[in-house]
């Protein structure tokens, strides 16, 4: 009787323990996808733009082609900005969201930048007030 009790509790002690290890490799499994995700709530615009699959036509209302969109997000890339996302309304195209970065210098060179190409558009420039983002409408 007692060899059957403790078998029994071992059987319990271990069914137990597969449990737990389960659940701990469920969570794991969860905590890791949801870290592969984007903070970002736009696409990544490099990425967006190189997608052969993606209609352009709202970058083409102000950039000459596609070269000069891609030119224009390196050099806010080599500039240190730190995210550049496309925003979209209503599915289609609408601007680029820029997260700027902390350093002030590289801030400087990205907000040259903007306002050079806000002017070429035919917008007021930006001042940096220590925001977060800038968002450059089409």
Known sequence: MKKKLDAF???RFETGLYFLMSVIVFFFSVSVCACAQSPYPEPEA???LNNGERDISGFLKRF???N???LFLNKL????VIYVGVVSTLGEV???RIYLPLNRERRGNVFDLVNKKLSQFGFSTEEDKGQD???LWF
């Open 77 to 80: 890339c080599s500039n240190g």
């Open 133 to 135: 983002f800038l968002t």
């Open 94 to 96: 609408s601007g680029l």
């Open 46 to 48: 490099r990425a967006w």
């Open 9 to 11: 509790r071992v059987l």
């Open 64 to 66: 000459e082609n596609k």
């Open 68 to 70: 000069s969109v891609e």
